[in-house]
DNA sequence: TGTATCACTTTTGTATACTGAGTTTAGGCG
DNA sequence: CGCCTAAACTCAGTATACAAAAGTGATACA
């Protein structure tokens, strides 16, 4: 594990000095096995985080456990921890299983979004056009991720909106498989265009379509990819 | 919190004498909540719950911020953990979601179930039945929990399948509202014949409505009972 | 040379000690 | 008698120390 990967925990740290440092470590760790910056199959050692991190080994445990029972790392074979692989069955059921879970939301959202709700995801859909346009990326992958939580919290179910709200962020690990071309970046906008349009006009039905076509469309992409690298 | 309510851990743990014991705390804590022994509002305090189950803060921190992660366990306001009140609202999400879910495992186990899986539905209807005209209630109660994970199983989704999985335990608390009536296993029997009947047709239309409207009726009968509770 | 055993190393599991934040309580002052 | 303040207390957050399990490697013996 190279030393190097955690030059920035400080002025990570600095973000909020009040979060307790489990969680501060915790959130900083998802970020770089997320992004990919600790690769699959590294190795993670309480001492040597602790070292790494300036902090002892209880809230390193702390935030490996919760890590853990996201499934981000796994338990090694005999002994300690390792980012976990992502398999091609795991990121098909998740998919499938978002499919399902988007296509509920965005019927719910559907069926009782207000105006003030629809106002906000109109406005977020100029905001991505714009920067599709100006090949903005970080601050249009930021403004996707605004616009689903804005569907998520327009179904009114706190429940499935914190449960999408955290594959949403799984589903980053496999993004970072299929580069965003314009193409589909210009597909992706007209798929948010076309759900929007559904929820203006309380049509559940071609909500839940539009939405579910929509992440299956991710997976095709992702399943692309994937057989390209692994043959 | 009274001592006596965990009498039973030194049994509890002889179950697994290589189990973490982390682990084991945790499972004991959640069967307490589940089962109401702990009741909401209850407070835990790490050293009592340490002195009281012979184990140091270490391992019970660990289990509780499991349990918090859950949403069984929740941080008091200033100081210290307390297990959970239920709000109707979060209640009538999970059911709304625990719908969606089971009809969607259900379509899949109609598209996919083999025969093999489909025996083994079958022979734990029986089982059911039999414990229903028995009267059973302890066993019909794992029986049915084993029929559902029968079910998830055969929708060869894991990632469903451990979520349906974990919802259900969540679920249980509930359950405690609405006894069950000779009448009511009846109908749930009925429910569950219903969603056989529906697999071996290979049915998935029929098999999703079936299975939503099993879940539906236990959100009624609960909604119903905590309107009795709550006037 | 191959294998079995034993000491050593690595790393997690558990216990305990210390610290600091927030709450309660008791005493003094108006 | 009530209110404000400060000391004491409670309890979680963090650090450290020790124990135990499990791999690793070296050595001795066949």
Redesign the interface.
Known sequence: MKKEIFQDFPAFLGKDPFMPMRDMIYQYLRELIITRQLEPGSRLVEEDLGEKLHASR?PI??AL??LE?EGLIKQHKGRGLEVGEISL??AM??Y??CT??EG?AARLAAATATEEELAELGSLLDEMEFCIDRNEKERERILHRSFHMAIYKASK????SK?LSDYNDYLQLFRSYYISTPHTLHQTLEEHQQMVEAFRKHDEDLAEKVAKNHIHMAQKAFQAQWDVYNK
């Open positions: 209880t445990r702390e456990r919760k029972l069955e795991d059921d998740l499938a299983l399902e879970l509920y179910n706190k429940r499935l449960l």
